[in-house]
């Protein structure tokens, strides 16, 4: 998908990243447990309009992946402000999913990172969250981590066939699945869920109605990892926000209705 590949040092770690296109920046923020990868079939259609900034989370995707590295929230949005000085970005649009979505935030409201324009697609961002099974992973971590592996590799793709509505391509799968196959990538998966922490969430909530750019917020109807009446409060918290339901798609609308999400970040980034 990329025009230059590289990579960036974070406190010490590495960071994949990826630029592609031309114009006017566009940054794009993966959520969990998924990698840039998510963004294949959506930003592609941009890239003779948009400079876009693709990176994987810190213990994500491609970066790197080591035990007892922080790779919570926390840390993200700070990865988040460390980029934009790297590239130099001033205001670029911002896209971003998921965790990518509390990320995004956070960087706005706690490191005073200044967007066009925010787009957020089924966002982590207001407490509770977090499945049954993260809830159980957060009090087991050890136990999940030494699971065999072909016992992981079906538990994981359950996990992730679960973010859809429509079934996911197989094709789709292997993509999803490869950054958390094998010994480092299983101890990865659980780190990343062992972090999961709502106090990220919960710190900014109050601070929702300081947000300093147009805010466009889509929702999955059929998302069942957070439902679109969440959504809809999110909307009521961000003065000014749009909200627009996604139509047969599940929390992972990439994959789900990757032309409505096109469709509406071009309305997006046109009319900013």
Known sequence: MSDSQAGFRFEGRFVHTEVIGEGP????????PFSSQVWRRVVPHFR????????????????????GQDVS???QNRLLAALFEHWRLQAPDVLAHDFGGATA???HLLNGLEYRSLTLVDPVALSP?????????RQHEAAFRGLPPYIHDALLRAYLQGAAWHELPEDALRIH????????????FYRQIA???QHYTDEIRPLLDRIRCPVHILWGEQDTWIPITRGCELHALIPGSSFTPIAEAGHLVQEDAPEALVAVLGRVLGAH
């Open 195 to 197: 972090q999961m922490d």
């Open 105 to 107: 935030l956070r960087g």
């Open 129 to 137: 969250w977090g499945s049954p099974f993260v809830q159980h992973v």
């Open 73 to 75: 929230l926390g840390v």
């Open 177 to 188: 699945c490869q950054p958390w196959l094998g010994e480092e990538g299983q101890a990865g």
């Open 25 to 32: 920046p566009l940054v794009a923020i993966h959520g969990t």
């Open 48 to 67: 003779e309009q948009r400079r876009i900034y693709l990176f994987d989370l810190l213990g994500y995707g491609r970066s790197e992946k080591t035990p």
